[in-house]
């Protein structure tokens, strides 16, 4: 089984971070929205660490590598741009990352950024500003760049990079990128990582995988099948805020059985499997209104467009 450390790759919502996020907010917030990454942020605010290490293992243990699906009794079921779209609200439009993409506008140089710091406690430390004042072009980048480690991409060695400068740049500028399938295109990666990991024999490693993401997923589909609950109501209205709600506290040796007869209970596709095909979701409005062909306005079209476009994505970020 995966020791508890190598599942723990996003760092508790910690005090100092969500003073953080929240001081960068009231001064970025108008920034963010135009950027499309306003409501993808606001899960920063959640207990994204927070994992079921059974329903995890139980999902990768039926990962297919070839496929990059997951092989049910009911044919191969994985994570879509809806799915991604839905839990993190980022639009599926904008222009494809990879290293070398944009220009480098802003040299690494001219910033105040400090880079021998060892955790993302330290590293905000250095960077925060004080309350009150204004946020710098330094101290924003400085976020981006460790909301991207910590919160997004969840690099296993509690650092930021400097290899996510680029990325940051680009939406401190407010390119349009399309992190929506760079992060699924990211999940895919890693989940055969994960699967490769598991049949090790010197043992599974720590992971650089979104896995807070394939938490997300898992809780939704099998929240009606195994009847996941919560009193809680999130202020914000997201899906992936809603199933930040759901994953089980407990983790109990014998809820390992559990999930594995829940996936093969899945003998025949259902809306379980499916569980944003519905008209009562909570989100940015492109994805709440009324899509009909007929009723679409030009922008929603070419937001829905991006679901069918095909694309090659680049995830090495140095």
């Known amino acids: 089984m995966i020791p508890p450390r190598s599942l723990e790759l996003f760092p508790p919502v910690k005090d100092r971070h969500l003073q953080w996020l929240l001081q960068v907010e009231n ?64 639009p599926l439009v904008g ?21 021998d710091k060892k955790t993302y406690l330290a ?16 101290e924003h980048i400085a976020f981006l760049m460790y909301w991207l480690s910590a919160c997004v991409f969840c690099t296993p060695s509690l650092q930021v990079p400097k290899y996510y400068y680029a990325l940051a740049q680009a939406l401190h500028l407010k390119k349009k990128i399309c992190l929506g399938k760079l992060l699924l295109a990211s999940l895919y990666t890693c989940l055969g990582e994960a699967l490769e990991s598991l049949s090790r024999e010197s043992g599974p490693r720590n992971l650089s995988v979104p896995l807070w993401l394939l938490q997300l ?37 014998d809820d390992f059985a559990v999930y594995i007869d829940a996936i093969l209970n899945f003998s025949v596709f259902t809306e379980d499997l499916a569980p944003f095909i519905r008209p009562t979701l909570s989100g940015p409005s492109w994805l709440r209104r009324n899509n009909q062909v007929w009723s679409m306005t030009p922008d929603s079209l070419e937001m829905w467009s991006g679901f069918l476009s095909w694309d090659i994505i680049m995830l090495g970020m140095r």
């Open 217 to 253: 997923w898992l809780n939704a589909i099998f929240e009606r099948k195994l009847s996941l609950t919560s009193t809680f109501v999130p202020a914000c209205e997201l899906e992936g805020a809603r199933l930040t709600t759901l994953t089980p506290r407990k983790r109990l040796v």
């Open 95 to 115: 222009d494809r990352f990879y290293p070398g993409a944009f220009e480098e506008e802003i040299s690494i140089n001219e910033l105040s950024i400090t880079w």
């Open 27 to 90: 001064a970025m917030k108008s920034s963010w929205s135009e950027t499309g990454i306003l409501y993808f942020i606001q899960l920063a605010k959640f207990d994204l660490h927070l994992f079921n290490p059974q329903m995890l293992l139980s999902a990768i243990f039926f990962w297919n590598r070839d496929t990059r699906a997951f092989e049910f009794p009911c044919g191969f079921i994985c994570p879509t741009l809806l799915d991604i779209a839905a839990i993190t609200g980022l």
């Open 123 to 138: 590293f905000i430390n250095a960077h925060v500003g004080q309350p009150g004042t204004i946020v710098s072009p330094s």
